[in-house]
């Protein structure tokens, strides 16, 4: 079994090679090749340092530049992107009831959506590289998630002081938007293999919910959004059960 401090490395480079568009199949073929010889060379009482003959960020950008990008894998990713920001976008409005669309958001979302991707990649990028502590990545993801909010957050308020909507939405439009908006935060969230999707918009989306029930009938929209959220929250947990369960 490998020390912590290699896991630690393996995963880094994983996600840095995996958000550097390399091919999944290359990655975990280098991968178990590393944790072989990290584990042969481990038993010698010596450790990555001793494999890589160099710093863990300059092994990484070397690794980056032998290996082919996959531009087809990355293709198929954005679908599940635009899905993702659409939701984080749109979820907020339809919960307090002031969903609407106009021009200006439907050309500027994929915009935008594109910008947040960078925010992203570059964040776990650097995350891997640089071997952010437990810590250092929450607080990155935190600010990282930030800013694309409040990159989508300008491009919702702008669009609506320049022009008018083409449609505005009602009780019935809320509940099917908050509902869709909730089935793509957990298939994500299976798709990634990761919780974040589901309890970052959990807490940002809170004051939203509180908001709503001082304007609507409490009965009938405890029933939405608690089922929301607990069904978020189920999932919540499954995720963490099968990290827990691959770690033993």
Request: neutral net charge; glycine residues 6%.
């Amino acid at each position: 079994m490998l020390s912590a401090k290699s896991e630690k490395f393996i995963d880094n480079l994983r996600m840095y090679l995996m958000m550097s568009g390399k091919k999944e199949q290359e990655i975990e073929e280098l991968i178990e090749e590393l944790e072989n010889h990290l584990f042969e060379v481990e038993k010698s009482g010596k450790g990555i340092e001793d494999i890589i003959d160099q710093t863990p960020e300059q092994y990484m950008a070397s690794l980056k530049k032998e290996m082919k990008t996959d531009y087809r894998q990355i293709i198929k990713f954005l679908p599940i992107l635009f899905l993702s920001v659409i939701a984080y976008v749109q979820m907020g409005p339809a919960i307090r009831g002031e969903f609407e669309l106009n021009i200006i958001q439907i050309v500027g979302l994929p915009i935008t959506t594109l910008l947040g991707f960078g925010i992203y990649v570059y964040f776990l990028q650097q995350a891997g590289k640089k071997q952010y502590s437990n810590k250092k990545f929450f607080i990155g993801g935190m600010i990282s998630s930030s800013i694309v909010t409040l990159i989508a957050i300008v491009l919702m308020v702008g669009s609506k002081l320049i022009m008018e909507p083409f449609f505005k939405g009602n009780t019935f439009a809320d509940v099917v938007v908050i509902v869709i908006c909730s089935c793509i935060f957990i298939i994500t969230a299976f798709w990634s293999k990761s919780w974040v999707t589901i309890w970052i918009p959990a807490i940002l989306f809170i004051p939203d919910v509180i908001d709503r029930l001082t304007d609507l009938e409490i009965e009938m929209w405890l029933t939405i959004t608690i089922g929301s959220y607990l069904l978020m929250f189920i999932v919540l947990l499954l995720n963490v059960w099968i990290a827990e369960r691959k770690k033993r």
